[in-house]
C-alpha cells in the first residue's frame, strides 16, 4: 500500500481554473497507475481522469476532456490535475488513487481497480 495525500484544493469562480496533486509515500518504488476521482454531495463517486505509470497514456470522462488534464512526475511521487474553465457541477471533492501495476502504460478508470485512496480535498466552484 502506499499513502497519498491530496493538496490544492479550495473555492474558485466558474471559468476559473485550479490545480490540485497528489503525493505517495511508501512503498513509491513500486509502479502505480493513479486517477482523479471525485464525489459530489449526494451522489455517488465518479471517474475523473486516469494516467498510466509511464505518463504516456491518459483518460478523461466526457464532461472533463478539453478542461482537464492529468500529469504525474514520478521523480516527486506526485500526480497533479489541472482544471481549467471550471463549473459549478465541478463541484465535489477530489480523491486520488493509486493502482500498483506491472504494466507502466495502462491505465484504470473503475474506482474498484484502486487499492489505495486519499483522503480528498474540496474544490467548489461558485456561479
Known amino acids: 500500500q502506499v499513502q497519498l495525500v491530496e493538496s490544492g484544493g479550495g473555492l474558485v469562480q466558474a471559468g476559473g481554473s485550479l490545480s490540485v496533486s497528489c503525493t505517495a509515500s511508501g512503498r513509491t518504488f513500486m509502479k502505480y497507475a493513479m486517477g482523479w476521482f471525485r464525489q459530489a454531495p449526494g451522489k455517488e463517486r465518479e471517474f475523473v481522469a486516469a494516467?498510466?505509470?509511464?505518463?504516456?497514456?491518459?483518460y478523461y470522462r466526457d464532461s472533463v476532456k478539453g478542461r482537464f488534464t492529468i500529469s504525474r512526475d514520478n521523480a516527486k511521487n506526485t500526480v497533479y490535475l489541472q482544471m481549467n474553465s471550471l463549473k459549478p457541477e465541478d463541484t465535489a471533492v477530489y480523491y486520488c488513487?493509486?493502482?500498483?501495476?506491472?504494466?507502466?502504460?495502462?491505465?484504470?478508470?473503475?474506482?474498484?481497480?484502486?487499492?489505495?485512496w486519499g483522503q480528498g480535498t474540496q474544490v467548489t466552484v461558485s456561479s
Open positions: 494516467i498510466s505509470w509511464s505518463g504516456g497514456n491518459t
Open positions: 488513487a493509486a493502482r500498483a501495476t506491472l504494466d507502466s502504460d495502462t491505465y484504470y478508470y473503475r474506482s474498484r481497480d484502486y487499492g489505495s
